[in-house]
């Protein structure tokens, strides 16, 4: 049997809201997902990568659009050395300074020191409002990834 998970990373990958704010998410996760296995957060010391797992699509430079799957596994091993302290680089396509947060996943993904779940959600995402609810519930912008595994 397979799983999934809806995941809400802050868009900064070194945001942490407050223990209350991230505990208070989870309530409130909790009541738009009632049929979810289990809804949790986590925090980690370093900037971890939050990928759709089998939904993976591949991934684009969001400078000039080329497929950077040719170059995408270099770079974000050279980018781990460091805990992905730094995510900044050169795109070897055009030239251009980019973060790896910034790159345009065809099925969206995230960096992130913080990460809400919800496991087998039984939905397909939030709605807007929910969403922008969630968002000021942590004092942060999110990226929604849905993970399948």
């Not at 942490?16 to 909790?30: G, M, R, S, Y």
């Not at 730094?86 to 030239?95: K, V």
Request: aromatic residues 12%; hydrophobic residues 45%.
């Amino acid at each position: 049997m397979s799983d999934n998970w809806l995941q809400y990373i802050p868009t900064n990958p070194e945001f942490i809201p407050t223990i209350n704010a991230a505990n208070d998410a989870v309530k409130l996760l909790e009541a738009f997902f009632p049929l979810a296995e289990e809804v949790k957060f986590e925090i980690s010391d370093s900037v971890n990568f939050y990928h759709p797992g089998a939904n993976w699509s591949g991934v684009e430079c969001l400078n000039c659009g080329v497929n950077a799957e040719s170059w995408w596994d270099d770079v974000m091993d050279q980018a781990a050395e460091s805990q992905f302290r730094s995510l900044t680089f050169i795109a070897p396509c055009c030239g251009a300074e980019v973060s790896l947060n910034n790159l345009k996943f065809i099925w969206p993904a995230a960096f992130g020191s913080f990460v809400l779940e919800a496991m087998n959600p039984r939905s397909k995402n939030l709605s807007s409002e929910q969403f922008t609810l969630l968002e000021s519930t942590l004092e942060c912008s999110l990226r929604e990834v849905a993970v399948h595994l």
